[in-house]
């Protein structure tokens, strides 16, 4: 089985950040992705300004009503505070609030402590990484300087879109609430067998998704079947599995 850290650089390389590995064939789960990532980030220092980078330029390809629900079920603190920080210093550059629904569910770490693994090895290291590190590290109990942004790793939008088609879906709806429940229902059909399943799914209420399954029905990308007393949402044959 391929090392989590390789998956994960082979993983982004699919999405467009130069890491010199062979990309992955299958357009990786974006927010599943973000948690891997926030996992082997203390293994790896590179991952941070890339991944920053990449979600300041493409955080609209993030569903964020998904990865708010994904990142509520973190139970590692340590986890739950490096994808906060990443998602943190991304919205810094994008002054948006795309994002601020999961970062709003993570949580610092139970202790100030230096993020990368090889700055905890000695005092003196750690001494350093506290010194140096920025206001939003200190937040999330994670020390580290405020990554500078590396956009000459990441491809452009043009090849990003050439080589994963699904992503269109991503861009057209903005990673709104409609496409969290695309995403959900493909990664998890079942959870589609009712409406409440779904709002669960996505952590959103109910009405709010069906106001969105009635605009999915209008375009075809969803359909609605009676399952008993229960009306089940279903994924139409497209191309989001490609």
Avoid at 2 to 26: H, I
Wanted: aromatic content about 6%; some cysteine.
């Amino acid at each position: 089985m391929r090392d989590p850290l390789q998956k994960v650089f082979a993983d982004w390389a699919k999405l467009g950040v130069l890491y010199g590995v062979t990309p992955t064939r299958r357009t990786p789960d974006v927010e599943a992705l973000l948690l891997r990532t926030a996992e082997v980030l203390p293994t790896f220092a590179r991952l941070l300004p890339t991944t920053v980078t990449w979600l300041a330029q493409y955080e609209r390809l993030v569903c964020r009503h998904r990865l708010a629900r994904l990142a509520g079920d973190i139970t590692e603190a340590e986890v739950s505070a490096a994808l906060g920080l990443v998602l943190d210093f991304a919205r810094q550059h994008t002054q948006s609030d795309h994002l601020n629904i999961a970062i709003a569910v993570c949580r610092p770490a139970d202790e100030g402590r230096p993020l990368f693994a090889i700055d905890q090895r000695s005092a003196a290291f750690k001494r350093l990484a506290e010194a140096q590190a920025s206001t939003t590290a200190r937040r999330w109990n994670l020390w580290t300087p405020a990554p500078t942004l590396k956009p000459d790793a990441i491809r452009p939008a043009t090849w990003l879109m050439k080589r994963n088609p699904t992503l269109r879906y991503r861009a057209i709806f903005g990673g709104n609430l409609r496409v969290s429940i695309l995403v959900t229902l493909l990664a998890d059909p079942e959870a589609g067998r009712s409406e409440s399943a779904l709002a669960r799914a996505c952590g959103v209420t109910r009405k709010a998704v069906r106001e969105a399954l009635d605009h999915l029905a209008f375009c075809g990308l969803v359909s609605r079947e009676a399952d008993g007393a229960r009306t089940r949402a279903v994924l139409e044959p497209s191309n989001l599995a490609a």
